[in-house]
């Protein structure tokens, strides 16, 4: 598929989620065959007003390129100027976040607030397509809730206003993650629009990603928390999509050094207090499903610094390899 001239493998990406898809997580998904980048969610307002952090999540790093930043907020004319502003970090394309549940975002009138209101969501794009020289995204989701669902018409007027491609969530705000995304609704919106359309929900491995362009005929799917502790996952999507063979995960040993790789990673980024603060969740989903992992994963919780994960790591391989 292309967004604007950039081609993009028909494989899997990952998605872009907030507090979690942060640089080093994305650059090791991308050398695992991650299709694209997409940064966490900025905040217009804040990149506007000179906010640090808002500039901090704007980086891309070039081992994870082609990739996008993604925006948030409410104003058509806030968002075009942060789309502008966003340019001094060289993004290939921008993204822009219609779909996010979280109530601090859509008390603001943002994220998947915007589907309630269809024509500020096209004035929106309409105003940051004009702005910037760069092709424009969209992601969003099935509709605000059960009674009102309108992706195909959302779809539609983001089309119509100028939108490169888009990106759907099969479920509704209502739904927040709740299992069952709906992927009729993705081949729907795939069959209104003549723009490329990426789906995003439920894609968990490499036989549910070749359903999902089975069911859909969507462009791209996009993997979010299946992604979480196994980026390896978009190998096995690659592998599986290219011949049929079904790699298996890789061994315990292995998954540590990726872990211990993700928490080298993250602190060259953010220097050694944030990252392993930040790394304890990844921590504790590199380590699920293993045989008498719980306590491993309960001191995951705690470690403070690389060198605390490296001999937790070690100790985990011993207790499964003289079980």
Known sequence: MKIGTISIPRTAALAPMAGVADRAFRELCRDYGSA??????????????????S?????????????AVQLFGDDPDILAEAARRALAWR??????????????ITGSGAGSALMKDPEKAGRIVRAVADAVPLPVTVKFRKGWDAAHVNAVEFARICEANGAAALTVH????????????????????????????IGNGDVTDAESAAAMYAATGCDLV?????????????????????????????PLEERMAVL???????IRYKGEGIAMREIRRHAFAYMKGVRGGADFRRRAGLVSSLE????????????????
């Open 36 to 53: 694209v980048s997409v940064g966490e969610m900025v905040s217009a307002k804040g990149l506007c007003y000179g906010d640090r952090k």
């Open 55 to 67: 500039g901090e999540l704007l980086v891309l790093g070039e081992a994870e390129r082609p990739g």
């Open 91 to 104: 993004p290939d394309w921008i993204d822009l976040n219609m779909g996010c549940p979280a109530p601090k």
């Open 170 to 197: 099969g479920r509704t705000r209502e739904q927040m993650y709740q299992p069952g995304a709906d992927w009729d609704i993705i081949r729907a919106v795939k069959a209104a629009v003549a723009i490329p359309v």
């Open 222 to 250: 996009m993997v979010g928390r299946a992604a979480l502790g196994r980026p390896w996952v978009f190998r096995q999507i690659e592998r599986y999509l290219a011949d049929g063979t079904l790699l298996p995960d890789p």
């Open 260 to 266: 211990l790789r993700h928490a080298e990673l993250a």
């Open 308 to 323: 605390e994960l490296r001999t937790l790591a070690d100790e985990l391989i011993n207790s499964t390899e003289n079980s």
